[in-house]
Each structure stands twice: as structure tokens, then as C-alpha cells.
């Protein structure tokens, strides 16, 4: 068990280098650095001593090590566009995405799991055809639009919920949140369906798939022919070996929900990180860039890792098999 | 009497595909069916967009600010003239949407082309070569793989425009476009030919190819592809509506095609700004569109995947 | 009084398809004592196991009942409702399939899936449900059983596990036990342990037992009568000993002929030319006309009644004809 887990940490660290050495390549050669912080008036002397003092100068390989372990320690350069450091820029804004995106993994998962288990269940059930259309159409829109949609009847036409922005938030110990007041709730409804929905069709469509297959399989029937009782069957037996892959694709969609978090904080003029992100890929403001894309590796990486142990814990046949 | 050799071919060819169960499953599915005519009909409709289009959004010379935001013809103020009416800059929305599919379909076409023989050709490699080269392109798959494609087609789309700096986003836009969506759907088809190379690999004329000195790389190219075209063509199919669906998100994210030649995408994103003040048509016409033309693929590509795939059904 | 438990009368199974309905198990009738272990034996495709899964009441939708009857101790139980049923199967019918790998469920453990399935019958408590199922896997011969009761599925030998289903079969005291193919997917090895603890199991708790098998050995180690059948019908049904002694259908004398334990020292293998039609395509006569050396005319034109032939009873015109002579 611990010997997995060492295992599965050393390979997420060599992701998290890797993906370290794409942000250095973007940071160092997308554009000079130096010409990004400088007035077009800096003398050549001056670029120098900056070019000095950046560590620009030394070799290669030494900047890409001066590079990922001040990133380690949460130094992520200094924004070309705002002159502020990228770091604390990333940090007013991560819990407007964090937040959203928590939202609306739950609201995926609440809603997918019991349509998935509905329609594999009742697959002739008039329901169950309306879920399927909504996947379908779930799936064929895309995010943005299903955003604007919303917008367009909820905020628009019967004017209900707002159509941009966070509402108000408050300050808890450093971190900002709109899950307490009742503007900030309101704020959230549409971007988290929207973010969500997607995610939500995924969901269902895995499990019911996943479902149907397990539900075919040998041991269902055998507990059938033992006279379990359908709820048993259903919910016990299969549920649980339908959760193996449900957990897994579930912990990998987090990650993409906090990456389409772009698209929806667009829609909604959402204050998080995708949306500054987005504004750093117009205005190539590449420490920004480089810094996000290191903070969604991390955060895929550590989504993964805990998903590993999740399955060590759900499922008995790993730890035989590891030990 | 002699029946012709290759009347007869031809003859046994449509029997085979009348009786063979894909077309029993197309022929059962109305869905399906309704399916593949949308997407015939948006094809063709995108394909002669210039001969069926009552306007040309392009010749800047017929627009006239005069007729902009006009609203869809059945409507008081309507003009029927503009069918669909006509968005900010007078040009007519229906002639527009007919032009932007065309643009959204051959931005996917291609990049899906692009994805796909780049992904093929690093399977075989993979599966061909073994070793360290395998494990390296299949890391870097697996890596690419936990990302979104969309986050990757932005970041390259980001990054190339940076690079070309100066370079003109108009002729550029689209290059780039295919580039950054081709090189974030190649995995699934190295993956799925990878291991079809893997099982070919070690057979017999593979070996005797060599022995006769034909390069085992051709030989298995000739193999592998024809195990592969079903599943190929299955992830092929779905990939075109995602990639429709990211051309026209990094278009409304406003790294995609620019507003003078706009893909559907890039319609929505322009019209998105008057929603507010109730000029829907200019949002709603491509959006439906583009929600009409994704859906179709989508049902083509399940139906494709569920006939393929047996076990699935 | 004859003490009957489960009768199948004309039983009829069809499966909807694309090219047409497919009758798998086509006017297949018989009786099973209590007491009673019956062999059913037939190529694959025969209809064997549908015919288990008939009785148990687990056809899988689309397929369906289409007509016939099936009576367990008295009850009619074909015509159930599921609830009804459900609670008929592991009480009264227990089931054992082919494959003990992929027949327990493995995220849990043998513990959990025992008392639960004990739990769902009888109303005891959770411990004495543990201390049955304990005594139950010493029972089929799991050493250290109260140590082993909490390891999961893979934690098992192939044979081990088959016991352990075996085990889950009888937890509720059934009356019927179907044995469908209960050592094909074993060790040579290990397949007459398995045949002799289900034996002794079901002798020991009262039960009958289907045994669905394509292995005459099985069958004659252990059945009392057996039934054979031939394209989703019955061609031969008697006493084991008559039966593979004195076969009466040429399938029946084809399949003996063919198995080396059976046929005596000195004599030829033989072989059946051809293979069983497929469901789809039937003969209109005798399905086996087309493969039978000894076909008449009769025999590809009408499908022949099942005649009693001293202590069997045989479906071939061959023995109507002579029974007409005689």
C-alpha cells in the first residue's frame, strides 16, 4: 500500500516536471521576457542588469531549476500586463473558481449517478428516453452556449438570477466566499449548471454503461438466482462495482471542470483564474499563463493521486495484488 | 447470359451492404436516419452556401448600416429581404450562418483530418518500435490525455498567436486553428492503433515481408489500417463534432476566427454582446445551428460506435 | 402418491430476433423426484441451460416463456409475479453456474455475500446467520473456515470458490438445486471434488439437483436418470443406467458411442457426421433427420411424439414404427 502510493507520488512529481518544463519553455522563449517588463525607452544597460538579475543569463538547464522550484515555493514571476505578482494574483481569485467548480461537480454528480442508475434500470421507461435526450443535448451543446442560453431566459426574459459577476462575498480567514450570502447563492445558480451539465451527461452516460455491463455479468446473476432482492441487486451489488470507473473518470472530470471554468467565467464575467487566464492568452501576458497551467497540472495531478487511494480503499482485489 | 465480371462485383457489393447488419441497424433507427440527412442537408447546404446564400455577409459593398439589426422577417419590423434578419453590421444572418458552417465544418474537417493521420502515424511508431520510443509517445499521450483538449487547443492557440506576433490573425487564424485542435485529438487514434500494431506485429507476413525486402513499416501500414477503420472512423466521427464544438468555443473565447469572415462561433461571441438589449436572432440563429449540426454528428457517431460494437448494445 | 417435486409440462422458450423467433427449448417435459438428481445433457446450444434458467424463472428479456408449465412441489411457478418469484429462487431453487470466478461478486467478502443471501430467507439473527454460514463453507470442505469466512472472492482457489457458490446455493435450504455446467470451467484435477461435495451437499440437505452437463461421466457417476436433448427438444429421457446401457435414439447412441469411459475396451470411437442445426433454420421433421443414418422418409417430414420404450421415453419414429409393428 504505501509502496503504491511512493510509487504513484514519484510519477505524478516527473508529470509535474514535465508539464514545469513546458510552462519554463513558454515563460523563456514566447516573447523576451525582458522586452515584456520594460518600457520601449529602457537602455540596453538596463535590459542587461534586469536580464542579470532575472538569472536569464545563466544556463539553461540552471534556469529551468530556478524556475520550478521558486514555482515550488509559490513564486510565479511577475505579471507583464498588471506589474503585480502573479502569485497573489492567482490567489484573489482561485476560490471564485474553487467554489464554482465544487458547485458544480456536485450538482454533476447528484444529478448523473441516479439518471445513469435510472436508465440502465428502466431502459424502456418514458424517463428514461427524456434523460437520454437531455444527455444528448447535453452533450451536443457546447458550454458557452448553454451559458448563453441560460442567461438569455433566467436573466433576460423572467429576470430571476443574475447574469454576471460573483454577488457579494464574504472574507473568511483569507478566503473569499459567496456561498453565505444569499446574492452570492443566486450568482452562482447559472454558472455552476452551466459548468456542470456537461460533466453531469458524462456522468450518467458512464454509468450507465458501466451499469448495463455489470448487470449482464455473472455474479448479478447469480445473486438474482439467490433471491436477493432487486434493491440488493441493484444498489448493493452492481452500484458498487459500477462506482470503480464511475470514481475514477469522476476524479479526471474535476480537473476539466476546473479547466472549462474558462469558458463559463467568460460567459458570466465569473472573477476566477480561467478568466484571467483567458485575458493572459490575449494579452500573452505568459507568466500568468505559465503560472496557471502549473496550478492546473498540480491540481490534476493531486485529484489523481487521491483517486489512486480511493480505489485502493474501494476496491479489496488491490491490495493482494500490491502487497 | 454471361453476367458482366464487375456489374456482378458491384451488384454483390450492394447486396452485401443491404444485408449486412449496419445497414439493418441504420434502416431500424429512425433517429439515425433523421441524423444522417441533417448533416447531408448542413454539408451540402455549407458546401453551396455561395450558389443557395440570398446574400454575400462578405462583399462589404452591398452592406449598409442602414439595414443593420433587423429583425428575423415574420417579426413587425422584420424585412423580408433578411430572412433570418441581420446582425450589427447589416449583413444578413441566414447568409451568414450558411457561410459560417462552412467555415466551422472545414475548420473540423481538417483538423480532424490532421489529428488523425498524425495519431495513426505515431501509433504505428509506437507499436512498431516498442521500446523507449513507445513509452515515450505514450506518456506523452497519457499526460495529454488527462487534460482537456480544449485546454490545450488554448494553450497552443494562445501560444502561436504570441509567436506570430505581427503575422495577420485573418490568414492566420485558421491555420492555427487546425493546428492546436488536430494536435489535442491525436491520442485516441495512436492509442487504438497501437494496439492493433501490437497484435499485427509479430505475425507471420510481417516477417515475410522483411524477408523479401519490403519495408515491414508499408506492410503493416496496409495491415493495421483496414483492422482499424471501424474504430478509426467511430472516434473520427465524434472528434468532428468536438472539434466543431471547440473550434466554435475558442472562436467565442475570441483566440478562434476573427469577425470578418466569422465561423458560428464567432457569431455567437458577436452577438452575444446585443443579447442584452433583445437583439437574440444575431446569438440564437448560429447557436441553433451549431447545436443542430453537433447533435447530428453526435447521434451518427453513437449509432456508428453501437453498430460497430456489438457487445455495447 | 408419488412424490413429485418439480414438473415441467410442454415447456416452450423463444427469443425474438432479427431474422425471426427462435425457439430454444421447444415441448420439453419432465418430472424430478424429490430426492432426485436428474442429468440434462446436449451439445451447447441445446438448450440445457435456458431450460434452467426456465425453471429458476431468470430467462433473460427479450426471451420469454412462451408456453407450458412448471410446477414446483404442487405450486405452479412459471406464471409468478417477479416478487413472488424472487422469493421462490435461493429458498426453494438454488442455483450454481459455470464459472465460480465471475460468479461471486468481488467486492465483497465470502462472509457478507453469505449472510446476506441467509438474511434474505430467514429471518434470524446476523450472528447465527454468520454460524451457519461458517458451518456451511465447513461443510463443503473450506479449511479454517471461521478464519477464511472474511476473505474476498479472489482470495480463493478456482475449486475453493466453486464450493463456496455451492455453499450460497444451498444457505437457504432449497428443495431444487439447478447445477448448470458446475466443473467445465475447472481443473481436470479438481472437477470430481467439486461433483462429489455437491453431491454430498445436496444428499445431506434433502435437495434434487438438475445437473446441466455436456460430460457423461458426470452424469453417470452421479445422476439417476438423465435427459437428452437435441436442438431444444427432448430426444431421450430414462433411468441413467438404461439410458447409456441401452440407448434408444440414434443421437443418444451417437453421443454414447463417442465417449471413451463408456464405449467398451476394444470397440471404435464413432463420431455423429455433421453438426446440430442451427435454431433458426430447423428441419421441418426430426431436427436430427439430416445427420441420423437411419432416417425414413417420415422422419423430414413430421416432428416424431415422445413414446414410452420400457423404463424411457424416446422421441424417433424409428421407435414409433416398431411400437406400431409389434
Known amino acids: 500500500m504505501l509502496a503504491f502510493i511512493i510509487k504513484r507520488f514519484v510519477q505524478s512529481l516527473v508529470v509535474m516536471l514535465v508539464v514545469g518544463l513546458i510552462a519554463f519553455v513558454m515563460f523563456r522563449f514566447v516573447g523576451d521576457p525582458v522586452d515584456q517588463m520594460v ?25 529551468y531549476w530556478n524556475f520550478i522550484s521558486s514555482a515550488a515555493q509559490g ?69 458557452f452556449l448553454i451559458g448563453i442560453l441560460l442567461i438569455y431566459v433566467f436573466s433576460v426574459q423572467l429576470q430571476w438570477l443574475p447574469s454576471f459577476g460573483r454577488g457579494e462575498v464574504v472574507d473568511i480567514a483569507g478566503w473569499s466566499t459567496g456561498l453565505l450570502t444569499s446574492s452570492g447563492l443566486k450568482a452562482l445558480i447559472l454558472p455552476a449548471i452551466t459548468l456542470g451539465l456537461f460533466q453531469m451527461t458524462l456522468i450518467m452516460r458512464l454509468v450507465r454503461s458501466e451499469m448495463m455491463e455489470i448487470l449482464r455479468s455473472d455474479f448479478i446473476k447469480f445473486a438474482r438466482a439467490r433471491g436477493l432482492t432487486p434493491r440488493a441487486v441493484h444498489f ?79 476496491d479489496p482485489r488491490i491490495h493482494i495484488e500490491k502487497a | 447470359m454471361p453476367m458482366n465480371k464487375e456489374t456482378g462485383k458491384k451488384m454483390s457489393l450492394i447486396v452485401r451492404i443491404l444485408d449486412s447488419d449496419i445497414w439493418y441497424s441504420f434502416t431500424r433507427s429512425k433517429v439515425t436516419m433523421i441524423a444522417a440527412l441533417i448533416t447531408f442537408l448542413i454539408f451540402a447546404s455549407a458546401l453551396f452556401a455561395p450558389i443557395i446564400s440570398p446574400h454575400n455577409p462578405f462583399d462589404l459593398a452591398s452592406l449598409s448600416l442602414m439595414d443593420s439589426l433587423l429583425p428575423p422577417a415574420w417579426s413587425a419590423e422584420g424585412d423580408p429581404n433578411y430572412l433570418l434578419g441581420t446582425d450589427d453590421q447589416g449583413r444578413d444572418v441566414l447568409s451568414t450562418i450558411l457561410y459560417g458552417s462552412r467555415i466551422s465544418l472545414t475548420v473540423g474537417l481538417v ?23 513507445d513509452a515515450i509517445i505514450m506518456r506523452i499521450a497519457d499526460v495529454q490525455l488527462s487534460f482537456p483538449a480544449i485546454l490545450i487547443a488554448l494553450l497552443i492557440a494562445g501560444t502561436v498567436n504570441a509567436l506570430a506576433g505581427g503575422m495577420d490573425r485573418e490568414r492566420s487564424a485558421f491555420t492555427v486553428l487546425v493546428i492546436s485542435i488536430g494536435l489535442s485529438f491525436w491520442v485516441q487514434y495512436a492509442r487504438t492503433v497501437r494496439s492493433s500494431t501490437l497484435v499485427e506485429r509479430n505475425k507471420e507476413y510481417v516477417q515475410a515481408a522483411r524477408l523479401i525486402g519490403l519495408h515491414p513499416f508499408l506492410i503493416m501500414l496496409r495491415h493495421v489500417l483496414p483492422n482499424v477503420m471501424g474504430p478509426v472512423l467511430v472516434i473520427a466521427t465524434i472528434n468532428l463534432a468536438l472539434a466543431v464544438i471547440t473550434e466554435a468555443t475558442l472562436s467565442f473565447l475570441g483566440v478562434g476566427i476573427p469577425g470578418t469572415q466569422p465561423s458560428l462561433g464567432t457569431m455567437i461571441r458577436t452577438g452575444n454582446d446585443f443579447l442584452f438589449s433583445g437583439e437574440w436572432w444575431i446569438t440564437l440563429f448560429p447557436g441553433a445551428m451549431l447545436a443542430i449540426l453537433v447533435l447530428a454528428v453526435n447521434l451518427l457517431g453513437d449509432w456508428l460506435r453501437d453498430a460497430l460494437n456489438p457487445k455495447l448494445r | 402418491m408419488s412424490d413429485t417435486l418439480l414438473s415441467v409440462k410442454n415447456l416452450v422458450v423463444e427469443f425474438p430476433t432479427r431474422r425471426g423467433i427462435l425457439t430454444a427449448v421447444d415441448n420439453v417435459s419432465f418430472d424430478l423426484e424429490r430426492g432426485e438428481v436428474l442429468g440434462l445433457v446436449g451439445e451447447s446450444g441445446a438448450g440445457k441451460s435456458i431450460t434452467g434458467s426456465a425453471v429458476i424463472g431468470l430467462i433473460e428479456p427479450p426471451g420469454r416463456i412462451a408456453a407450458g408449465t412448471v410446477h414446483l412441489a404442487g405450486q405452479r ?48 439473527s446476523k450472528k447465527q446467520a454468520r454460524d451457519r454460514a461458517i458451518e456451511l463453507l465447513d461443510e463443503v470442505g473450506i479449511p479454517a473456515a471461521d478464519l477464511r469466512i472474511d476473505d474476498y472472492p479472489h482470495q480463493f482457489s478456482g475449486g475453493m470458490r466453486q464450493r463456496v457458490v455451492i455453499a450460497l446455493a444451498l444457505c437457504a435450504d432449497p428443495e431444487l438445486i439447478i447445477a448448470d455446467e458446475p466443473t467445465t470451467a475447472l481443473d481436470v484435477s479438481v472437477q470430481s471434488q467439486i461433483v462429489s461435495v455437491l453431491k454430498k451437499m445436496c444428499s445431506e440437505h434433502g435437495a434434487s439437483v438438475i445437473l446441466i452437463t455436456h460430460d457423461i461421466g458426470v452424469i453417470a457417476e452421479v ?64 431436427a436430427f433427420a439430416p445427420r441420423c443414418e437411419m432416417a425414413m422418409s417420415a422422419c423430414h417430414h413430421s416432428h416424431p411424439s415422445e413414446e414410452n420404450v420400457g423404463t424411457a421415453r424416446v422421441a424417433c419414429h424409428l421407435i414409433t414404427k416398431m411400437g406400431a409393428v409389434a
Not at chain 3, 424472487?86 to 465471475?102: A, C, E, H, T, Y
Not at chain 3, 433411468?239 to 467398451?264: A, E
Open chain 2, 111 to 133: 483538423s480532424v483530418a490532421f489529428a488523425a493521420v498524425l495519431g495513426i502515424t505515431l501509433g504505428l511508431i509506437a507499436g512498431y518500435m516498442g521500446g523507449r520510443v
Open chain 1, 236 to 314: 448493493g451489488h452492481a452500484l458498487k462495482n459500477t462506482m470503480i470507473p464511475v470514481i475514477t473518470i469522476t476524479g479526471l472530470q474535476l480537473g476539466s471542470i476546473i479547466a472549462f471554468a474558462i469558458i463559463t467565467e467568460t460567459v458570466f464575467q465569473w472573477p476566477g483564474i480561467g478568466l484571467m487566464f483567458l485575458q493572459a492568452v490575449q494579452d500573452v501576458d505568459v507568466p500568468i499563463m505559465a503560472a496557471y497551467l502549473l496550478m492546473i497540472a498540480f491540481l490534476f495531478v493531486f485529484i489523481n493521486l487521491i483517486v489512486d487511494i480511493l480505489y485502493v480503499v474501494v
Open chain 3, 223 to 286: 445422476a439417476d436418470r438423465v435427459a437428452v436433448l437435441y436442438s431444444g427438444r427432448m430426444a431421450e429421457i430414462g433411468p441413467v443406467r438404461d439410458v447409456i446401457k441401452h440407448p434408444q435414439h440414434p443421437y443418444t447412441k451417437g453421443l454414447m458411442g463417442s465417449i471413451p469411459t463408456i464405449t467398451q475396451e476394444g470397440d471404435r470411437l464413432t463420431q455423429i457426421p455433421g453438426s446440430m442445426p442451427r435454431l433458426t433454420d430447423r428441419p421441418p421433421g426430426c
Open chain 1, 75 to 143: 513564486d510565479f514571476g511577475t505579471s507583464y500586463q498588471f506589474k503585480r505578482p502573479v502569485a497573489v494574483m492567482l490567489g484573489d481569485r482561485l476560490s471564485a473558481t474553487l467554489e464554482l467548480a465544487l458547485v458544480s461537480a456536485i450538482f454533476a454528480l447528484c444529478a448523473g449517478i441516479p439518471m445513469g442508475v435510472f436508465t440502465a434500470l428502466y431502459k424502456d421507461s418514458v424517463l428514461t428516453k427524456l434523460f437520454q435526450a437531455v444527455s444528448l443535448v447535453g452533450i451536443s451543446l457546447p458550454t
Open chain 3, 77 to 124: 411457478i412459471d406464471n409468478l409475479p417477479s416478487e413472488k418469484m424472487r422469493r421462490i429462487r435461493g429458498d426453494k431453487i438454488g442455483m450454481v453456474f459455470q464459472d465460480p470466478l465471475s460468479s461471486l461478486n468481488p467486492l465483497y467478502s465470502v462472509a457478507e455475500q453469505l449472510v446476506e443471501t441467509i438474511l434474505t430467507h430467514k429471518g434470524i
Open chain 1, 39 to 63: 518600457g520601449l525607452e529602457t537602455s540596453i544597460e538596463d535590459r542587461e542588469r534586469l536580464r542579470e538579475a532575472l538569472g536569464l543569463n545563466a544556463p539553461l538547464p540552471m534556469q
